[in-house]
């Protein structure tokens, strides 16, 4: 072979080895590229696909004030741009108010591999804790995450979980309902015993009551069904009923206010969702933009590059600005209540028009 031939063999090898090395690492089609110095298929797909995270959420009951934090909690993580099907998968489940549930579908959000798992209510979030503490779990519609032994200390919960919170303003309900019901001397505060928030709550009530020179009793039930006739028990004993943000008691609300209505008893309670289903009224917080304020929490933890760590590191957050008045205006008249006008300037009402 001369010498001309060899050199056009060779300028041909020299092309075809350019031509190979430039396909083995081309930028993908959709515009992303690989890493330096890996020009695999692997490497290339997984530039070219962003992650979807799996967001598991655990909704203890299906009543009012967890549905609003569920869907205040959608969102706002959709207003930050995590859309369900697109760049989160949302896995949606309730424990129809049942806290013996709650362990199994905290087995069933664990073993689909979330990323992180919202929580909605203290039984939630107690079942999620007790199954695991690598995955980050975020809580809402909690009322005290310390007394119930979810963290150690709000302000540094330390382990895989934090979250908000809907302590009650405890003490301007006590006051909303002497400005409704002037003339209430003796006033039951009725809750489940099972619920260790609701027992804080009553506590809290107490001590608001007592200071304003009103008896205060303590009227306690361990399951739904024995609501109706503790409400009824309370006929000519005392002059109102006040029930704070309690699981058991909101799941069962319409019955629970139609027994008071029938036996004459005015209910103040926890938060707006009771008073559509039969409460007189209340001053509460809005769970909707509860669930906003854990959407804003799950961003910071999705975009961090050390979720476990993000969660330890927050804060409880707690809702200070919001709160509304809301009446129902046809239990005030079932009862024959007038509702003062300074209270109802600006109240939510139900039913709504």
């Known amino acids: 072979m001369n010498a001309k031939k060899i050199l056009a063999l060779l300028i041909a090898l020299a092309m075809t080895l350019c031509v190979f090395a430039a396909c083995s690492g081309k930028t993908p089609t959709d515009g992303t590229t690989a890493a330096e110095g890996d020009t695999t298929a692997e490497a290339v797909t997984a530039k070219a696909t962003p992650k979807v995270y799996k967001i598991g959420i655990m909704q203890f009951g299906e009543f009012d004030a967890l549905q609003n934090a569920k869907q205040g909690f959608i969102d706002g993580l959709a207003e930050a741009g995590y859309i369900d099907g697109e760049n989160i998968k949302l896995n949606t489940q309730s424990a129809a108010a049942e806290t013996s549930n709650c362990p199994s579908i905290a087995d069933s959000l664990i073993n689909d591999n979330s990323d992180l798992i919202l929580a909605i209510a203290t039984p939630c979030a107690s079942a999620v804790k007790e199954k695991t503490s690598e995955i980050p779990v975020l809580f809402t519609a909690v009322t005290d995450p310390v007394a119930s032994g979810l963290i150690d200390s709000a302000d540094a919960p330390g382990a895989?979980?934090?979250?908000?919170?809907?302590?009650?303003?405890?003490?301007?309900?006590?006051?909303?309902?002497?400005?409704?019901?002037?003339?209430?001397?003796?006033?039951?505060?009725?809750?489940?015993?099972?619920?260790?928030?609701?027992?804080?709550?009553?506590?809290?009530?107490?001590?608001?009551?007592?200071?304003?020179?009103?008896?205060?009793?303590?009227?306690?039930?361990?399951?739904?069904?024995?609501?109706?006739?503790?409400?009824?028990?309370?006929?000519?004993?005392?002059?109102?009923?006040?029930?704070?943000?309690?699981?058991?008691?909101?799941?069962?609300?319409?019955?629970?206010?139609?027994?008071?209505?029938?036996?004459?008893?005015?209910?103040?309670?926890?938060?707006?969702?009771?008073?559509?289903?039969?409460?007189?009224?209340?001053?509460?917080?809005?769970?909707?933009?509860?669930?906003?304020?854990?959407?804003?929490?799950?961003?910071?933890?999705?975009?961090?590059?050390?979720?476990?760590?993000?969660?330890?590191?927050?804060?409880?957050?707690?809702?200070?600005?919001?709160?509304?008045?809301?009446?129902?205006?046809?239990?005030?008249?079932?009862?024959?209540?007038?509702?003062?006008?300074?209270?109802?300037?600006?109240?939510?009402?139900?039913?709504?028009?």
């Open 160 to 353: 895989n979980l934090s979250g908000t919170s809907d302590m009650n303003p405890v003490k301007e309900q006590v006051d909303l309902l002497v400005k409704i019901l002037p003339e209430a001397k003796k006033v039951a505060v009725m809750y489940c015993s099972s619920e260790s928030n609701s027992a804080a709550q009553y506590e809290l009530a107490k001590t608001a009551l007592e200071a304003l020179n009103i008896e205060c009793v303590q009227k306690t039930v361990s399951a739904v069904d024995e609501a109706k006739s503790a409400v009824e028990s309370l006929e000519g004993e005392v002059d109102a009923i006040y029930i704070p943000t309690d699981n058991t008691l909101a799941d069962a609300m319409t019955l629970v206010s139609e027994a008071a209505k029938n036996v004459g008893l005015p209910i103040i309670c926890g938060e707006s969702g009771m008073v559509k289903d039969g409460g007189l009224a209340t001053y509460g917080i809005d769970y909707y933009v509860l669930g906003k304020q854990t959407a804003e929490m799950a961003v910071k933890v999705l975009e961090s590059e050390d979720m476990l760590a993000t969660v330890a590191s927050m804060p409880v957050v707690y809702q200070t600005e919001g709160n509304e008045i809301a009446v129902n205006t046809d239990t005030a008249a079932a009862l024959n209540i007038q509702i003062p006008a300074d209270v109802m300037e600006g109240a939510k009402t139900f039913p709504e028009a």
